[in-house]
């Protein structure tokens, strides 16, 4: 576009045909954020481009056809009496942004992750058609989980991952239950359904063109000779544990297959050259009798590599396992974990639908939650695909423009480092010495004379941050970097760790220089998003100075003068509402203000933890972001693994958390678990100095007893216990336990 006769073209092609001219737009566009090398990451775009063109097919099919049974989402967000509507007039696409909440199952390291929504539609394959369950009565009464006025949903881990979705009306009951199991080594999909009427009627399983984010085409279906089977579109087989009665197909002309249930004739194929084809295959009911089918679908190729049958077990052994009287947080941890292990293949992903893509800054957040929780071998796994994404100039690269990436992959490696125990590996050591010289390199100049002097350079960063600016966040993740490659060449080269730890001391004084200037622009310490702003809900970002990296005490002025900020002027029912972007409750970032309370000693941490407790969906989830009003999804992946993450590491801190050559335990325990006289037990949790076990035992009449027992990776280090409403004590024993004394009132 910096080419002159391509802007003259353009111009005047636009101009010609009545168009603004896109060349003064962009220009004017860009005027609003602060220059960069890097105008928007172009996988963004092309993830933009990719969503809102199902956005726009969304808006030729769905309002013009709502006599089709459509997914929960549209049944809310287009009925004008449901405060999930949403008026459409000129909006040119239509997205789900009212209801995107998912729940993935799935099986240890298995790629394909199905999804299955809040009303029990099961997508199998990513971004593909889904399967949905009704009933119909000879009568006319007919049952439809999206429509249904009462619903209950959970999630069941005993054995794998279930999801089972209920529902009933006037004498009517249906059961879905979906999940991923092996067979002969390969994954398949399962849907179970089970349904009982008080007259004769139809259980129909039903094929659609849609799924939680919209329409996704389907071209064909086919009934199998022996009506036990669909082949769609040629690419995969839905096999019926029963042969289908009758059965029915339509497409888009003839509306969707929902109206036709009653026709006489029986069809065993159909196409659609728009791609929406529907087709119902129902099973007779007997009154008063119940009825059961199951539904499988394949989630392998000829030929892909056997899983093991016993990965369940096995991956459960040996990681950090919580026991609390508090069945909400105890179902949340599980459910955390679980997330956790199905997405963490090889590559770790945020999201089983919306983000299953990588990208280096979630990624440090998950791994670092896989070592905390002791899933080291996953963690492991994911880091080693780290190197081949660097750059040769070293550049950690997941999308252009993000500075931040360098530092935290410096950071999360030498965490695995510490938590593990083990030496720095020779084949990491030219990675990470190319990493931490891309950040001393890409580092402004200090004597530019201006308030992002010395400061990385303007990029998108985390974009929920803002436009292009010289993020604060950048800067943290890059000290941070910098301090880790300090740390983890000192044995091996201390030259070159001295050259780090150097370049990180040059880099804080930078920042700590604009930082001071913000406080006298704007009256008081807290620190804004970049030096160019006011204190606003970007200012999330600013607190990675003291979560997770620890660049500072845990009572520097200018990260609790941030944090009362954001608690003052960006909560809403509890969460911190993000207005840029997301415009929704983010739990994981108000976790991260939650962390922060809870390494300062502020009891409000509790406070916050029970909000975001409170905002997980029945399958015990977090979508990216979550409306005010419907409680659903609004932002991003409808299953948030990052959110699982955080919510395992708020867990794991409140029992032990380092604080610099300190290991602190019990300083976020709710105090009303101690009076439910039931076992608490957390271990063995992964620590820089070692694995810990903990368990807090109450005693009638008297103050809990606090056990622990290491297995250091050297010597043991100080232990701080520090239970809220009791003494703290300090002690160097490896293992022991103690009985508190309560503090006086």
Not at 115 to 128: A, K, W
Not at 698 to 712: H, K, L, S
């Amino acid at each position: 576009m910096k080419w002159l006769p391509w802007r003259f073209v353009i111009r005047r092609i636009a101009r010609q045909k009545g168009f603004l001219d896109p060349i003064a737009l962009l220009a004017r566009l860009h005027s609003f954020a602060q220059p960069s090398e890097v105008g928007e990451p172009i996988e963004l775009l092309r993830a933009g481009v990719v969503f809102h063109a199902r956005g726009l097919i969304n808006s030729r099919v769905i309002q013009h056809n709502l006599d089709w049974v459509w997914p929960y989402w549209i049944e809310r967000q287009f009925d004008p009496r449901d405060i999930s509507f949403i008026p459409r007039a000129f909006s040119i696409t239509h997205i789900n942004l009212t209801h995107r909440n998912w729940t993935a199952i799935g099986y240890p390291d298995c790629e394909e992750l199905p999804i299955v929504d809040p009303r029990g539609l099961l997508t199998p394959f990513l971004d593909g058609g889904s399967l949905q369950s009704w009933l119909q009565t000879e009568d006319g009464r007919c049952l439809l989980p999206s429509r249904a006025a009462e619903f209950n949903q959970r999630q069941e881990m005993d054995d794998g991952v279930r999801i089972t979705s209920e529902t009933a009306m006037q004498g009517l009951s249906l059961t879905s239950s979906a999940w991923v199991q092996l067979e002969s080594g390969v994954p398949v999909c399962k849907l179970h359904l089970k349904a009982r009427a008080d007259a004769n009627a139809w259980l129909v399983l039903a094929l659609r063109p849609y799924n939680p984010e919209g329409i996704s085409f389907i071209h064909q279906v086919q009934l199998s000779s022996e009506r036990t089977a669909w082949t769609v579109d040629q690419s995969y087989r839905v096999d019926f544990s029963c042969a289908a009665r009758r059965h029915h197909v339509s497409d888009y002309r003839n509306g969707d297959v929902y109206i036709h249930l009653h026709d006489r004739d029986d069809q065993t194929e159909g196409s659609c050259d728009v791609g929406m084809v529907t087709a119902a295959a129902l099973f007779p009911i007997k009154a008063g009798k119940p009825a059961e089918m199951t539904a499988t679908i394949s989630l392998a190729a000829t030929g892909s590599k056997r899983l093991p049958s016993d990965a369940w077990s096995t991956v459960h052994r040996d990681h950090c396992k919580l026991t609390c009287p508090e069945p909400l947080y105890q179902f949340l941890y599980d459910a955390a974990i679980t997330s956790l292990i199905l997405h963490s293949p090889d590559d770790v992903y945020p999201g089983p639908f919306t983000y299953k893509r990588f990208w280096f800054r979630d990624a440090a957040f998950i791994i670092h939650a896989l070592l905390c929780v002791g899933l080291t071998e996953r963690a492991e796994r994911a880091l080693a695909r780290f190197p081949e994404r660097q750059t040769a100039l070293g550049y950690f690269r997941s999308q252009e423009g993000e500075w931040d990436s360098n530092g935290q992959v410096l950071w999360i490696l030498q965490r695995f480092l510490a938590l593990t125990g083990r030496p720095f590996p020779s084949d990491w050591q030219a990675p990470a010495q190319r990493g931490a010289r891309w950040i001393i390199r890409k580092r402004l100049a200090d004597d530019l004379g201006t308030p992002h002097a010395g400061l990385l350079p303007a990029g998108f960063s985390a974009e929920h941050l803002g436009p292009n600016d010289y993020y604060y966040w950048d800067d943290f993740w890059g000290i941070a970097g910098l301090r880790a490659a300090a740390a983890m060449f000192q044995e091996q080269d201390p030259v070159q760790s001295k050259e780090f730890a150097q370049a990180a001391d040059n880099f804080t004084g930078a920042v700590d220089q604009s930082l001071e200037a913000c406080a006298k622009r704007l009256g008081r310490p807290g620190m804004p998003a970049s030096p160019y702003r006011r204190l606003d809900a970007g200012a999330i970002g600013s607190l990675a100075l003291g979560y997770p990296v620890q660049l500072c005490s845990s009572d520097d002025p200018r990260l609790l003068d941030t944090v009362e900020f954001l608690l003052r002027n960006c909560f809403v029912k509890g969460a911190f509402y993000q207005d840029m972007i997301h415009s929704g409750l983010n739990a994981y970032l108000t976790l991260h203000i939650a962390q922060v309370l809870l390494r300062a000693g502020d009891p409000r941490h509790l406070d916050v933890m029970d909000a975001v407790a409170a905002l997980a969906s029945p399958t015990g989830q977090w979508p990216e972001a979550i409306h005010p009003h419907t409680g659903g999804g609004c932002m991003g992946d409808g299953h948030h693994v990052w959110a699982a993450a955080e919510w395992a590491l708020m867990i794991r801190n409140c029992f032990v958390r380092e604080e610099g050559d300190r290991l602190i335990l019990c300083a976020g325990i709710p105090a009303r678990w101690l009076k439910q006289n039931a076992p608490i037990r957390f271990g063995p949790a992964p620590t820089s100095f070692g694995a810990v076990s903990l368990s807090i035992t109450p005693q009638t009449g008297r103050p809990p007893r606090v056990a622990w027992q290491g297995d250091w990776h050297r010597q043991a280090p100080p232990i701080e216990i520090r239970l809220s409403g009791f003494e703290p004590v300090s002690t160097t024993e490896g293992t022991g336990s103690i009985d508190l004394i309560g503090k006086e009132s």
